[in-house]
């Protein structure tokens, strides 16, 4: 009862990991052992069982077996002191073959054979080596992928600097256009005061000529103060031609002056287009570059297909040899007992003879295999350090792959920089050109100022000013022929930005493809590094299947001949 009812407890527990069992019997009541058994397969949590002293027989271990076969977390075993025998050690190790988790397993004090105990002891190393590379295949595996992930979080946090940073250059080009509309609006709203300044002049010289001709019908009666006033009038026009002399120099100066501003602005429109033009060479460069990079980077996948390719053919040739080993040591077995027969046969007549024979040929059996054991021992060591050697080279390849890729990133990084220098440049640029609209502001102020001025004067010269309203009407128009066309360059300007725009948005997408790539390449170097730790696996299994092989055939061949018959019978 008390065996049945720790067998339904390990069903349905699913938080003890140790249970204790100790000098408590349970071996003799079979149906009950085995109902404890079942529970133990069903259960998938316990890791240590103590079940020493507790009268288990062969039958009691062949239900052990069955249940170390369905379970999967136990990894320790103590069965020291029952009655195992024979029947049930060989049970257990051949339940050892499906059972990888197991890592001890005591049989001391149970009438095992000391070969089977060997063979037990060499499946729990086998499955505490299996456990130590799973672990280590698993840390290497989460080392990778944070590597990979720090990658993509920089990568993503390098774009998003770069989308930050197109963004604030797209605003402040934002800022300058409403500023340069801003200003071209004022100034039209000037040239709209200024004509209708004109349009008040207009009358009023229409008011004077109505008031001139008043005065010429004045002039009949008033000759004689005309004649008066005429040297009056010849010594105020000397004085009024002497001003407008003054104002046409000034006005030529003036002239001068705004000629060389133009001369000026048009050399550094120059120095911006041969600035634009460096930057397109540069961009250039870098698509240059870029292409490089893909070509380095598909150079390499196919070096790594290679060395891949090449370390699967030393694999197959290192299994071959294997396979031809063992088929020789079958042969050899074969053939030694083809030769027993024949001589078991020949010497029925002499007893005598034959047992020192057949002794002499089992001391040379066993020699034969101490030798074939130290040979395969030196053949799995031999593979080992290949193993060993191959994933020391892979470690090393993919280390020096990795500081390659990190070169490039450097590189990339670079050329952002460069990139962004090139930005804040032609931001400088943008901030001369409206340095510059404002020094032509103001010298729309400093026309404007003129212009009343002359108005002033206009009030006074009812002739000329018609003429002086003209020439500053052709300035003005000069002016904004000129301001037109420095405001095409700027629309000029703005284009080439948007055009080096595109490319730096060309540039990043080309970038994300290409660390995609990478991306996927190193997924699938991964995939090939599980595939083969799970082949060298299993050939390990095989290995040690082969192995218990060949002692258990051993083992029943020594049994069955007629010297393990003649000390049975003794």
Known sequence: MGAEALGKLLRQNKSIRSLILEWNSLGMWEEGFSSFCQGL????FLQRLDLRNNQINHQGAGELAMALKQNASLQELDLRWNNIGLLGGRALL????SNKTLKRLELAGNNVPSDILKAVEQAMNHNQDRQTILSESQNRADILSKEVLSLKDEKTKQFLDLMDTIDKQREEIARSDRMSAARVS?????LDEQHSLINSLKARLQMTEAALALSEQKVCNLGELLNAMRQEQTSMAECHFKELQQQKQEGADQEAKLFRDLSVAEEKNLLLRNQVDELEKKCKIQQDQLFQVKQDLTNTTAELKLRAMQAEER???EKRRFKQSLEDMESLRVKEVNHLTQHMEASEHSMQERIQKLEAIRIALEEELSQTKAAALTERGQAEEELIKVRNWARLEEQQRLEHLEEKLRLMTESRDEAQNCCLKQKQMVAEA???ANQLSLHADGLRRRLEELQQDLNSKEEEKVTEVNRVKVELQEQIGHLQAERTAQNGL????????????????????AMLDKEGEISVLLEKLRMKEADISRMREEEAQRASFLQNAIMAYVQRSPLGTHSSRK
Do not use: D, V
């Open 41 to 44: 397969g069903a259960n998938n």
């Open 94 to 97: 051949n339940c050892l073959h």
């Open 186 to 190: 004022q100034l039209q709203e000037a």
């Open 315 to 317: 694999l197959e040739t």
């Open 434 to 436: 409206q340095a510059k």
């Open 494 to 513: 703005r284009e080439k930005i948007a055009a080096l725009e595109r490319q730096l948005k060309a540039i990043s997408s080309s970038h994300r493809e």
